[in-house]
């Protein structure tokens, strides 16, 4: 079923590894690639611009004595002019002498006219929206340091509350929903599929699952990360509403079953990338029957009763 989707390539690999990356260092990357890349054209072409005539003909490379420099060497000095023309620098020791090569030099000056303001304007952007993020993180954790000290939260617990606010969970989930949201239904399922690729191929929970099955539920999936030592449910525990209930899927790290015996964990059995845990009581809406913790820091995806796909 989901062989289609798994030979897409190392440049399907690359575009998921920069999915993890924050939009705003994206973007900086991106930009840096596209300069090298107009710097690097745009120096060929000047130094292309010589055999445009005749040896007899002035161009920049004979009036600053590099007719016949090596290769390198002119193109290091073209690489050179490129750039302080596009940054609107323009030193003027390397200039055009003839017409075609003045008209091309104008033509790279307006373009960097373009790409100065754009520089600048991205720039200030992405300084500006890391402040922002970080003042309202600092604000949030202000907040919670009153609260702490306020109604005596401990350490462990507190170290929790600071990683959720740092993550920001809801919002990269709220973002996603939007993008998918925006796409026709069969892009969006498409994209699904290839986003929880390594969940698909791994999970025997969806081995051999229809088509259909597998895009209704991956919209439901929700990411939740789990500390070293923090216990994702006790034995016992029972919940009014539906929605506590949930079946967990381990993209990431490992879950253990224990006993409790006199606050000692006597862990007897360890899951990892692949398994899923809690499908009873989220199918039957029983009361739990085992104790699981996170050894360490895991990356679940969790189903949850009483969820609609948005």
């Not at 609260?147 to 990269?172: N, P």
Request: proline letters at 2%; hydrophobic letters at 40%.
């Amino acid at each position: 079923m989901f062989k289609a989707y798994k030979n897409r390539g190392k440049c399907v690999e690359l575009l998921s590894c920069c999915g993890h990356l924050h939009a705003g260092l994206q973007r900086l990357i991106y930009f840096v690639v596209g300069v090298m890349v107009v710097v690097h054209f745009t120096s060929c072409m000047w130094r292309l611009m010589d055999k445009l005539y005749y040896p007899d003909v002035d161009t920049w490379l004979s009036r600053y004595g590099l007719a016949d420099a090596s290769d390198v060497d002119a193109y290091v000095a073209a690489a050179y002019w490129t750039v302080t023309t596009l940054a609107t620098v323009g030193y003027g020791d390397v200039v055009p002498v003839n017409t075609v090569e003045r008209i091309f030099a104008s033509c790279v000056i307006l373009i960097g006219m373009v790409f100065y303001s754009y520089t600048i304007g991205m720039v200030t952007g992405l300084l500006g929206d890391y402040d922002k993020r970080n003042m309202k993180l600092s604000a949030r954790l202000s907040v919670l340091q009153d609260i702490a000290k306020q109604y005596g939260i401990g350490r462990s617990f507190m170290k929790r509350l600071k990683t959720a606010l740092e993550t920001d969970q809801f919002q990269v989930r709220k973002d996603r929903e939007d993008v998918l949201r925006s796409l026709p239904r069969k892009l969006a399922g498409k994209l699904t599929l290839l986003m929880h690729k390594q969940l698909l191929e791994n999970n025997v929970f969806f081995k051999d699952r229809s088509l259909k099955f597998v895009q209704s539920v991956l919209p439901l999936l929700r990411p939740v990360k789990y500390n070293a030592e923090e216990v994702v449910y006790r034995t016992g525990e029972v919940y009014e509403e539906s929605k506590a209930y949930a079946v967990y899927f381990i993209g990431r790290g490992q879950v253990a079953f224990f006993i409790d015996e006199l606050h000692v964990h006597l862990v007897y059995e360890t899951l990892t990338d692949g398994d899923y845990f809690g499908d009873l009581e989220f199918f039957f809406a029983e009361q739990r029957e085992t104790n699981t913790k996170s050894i360490s820091n895991s990356e679940l995806l969790a189903l949850t009763r009483g969820v609609t796909a948005t």
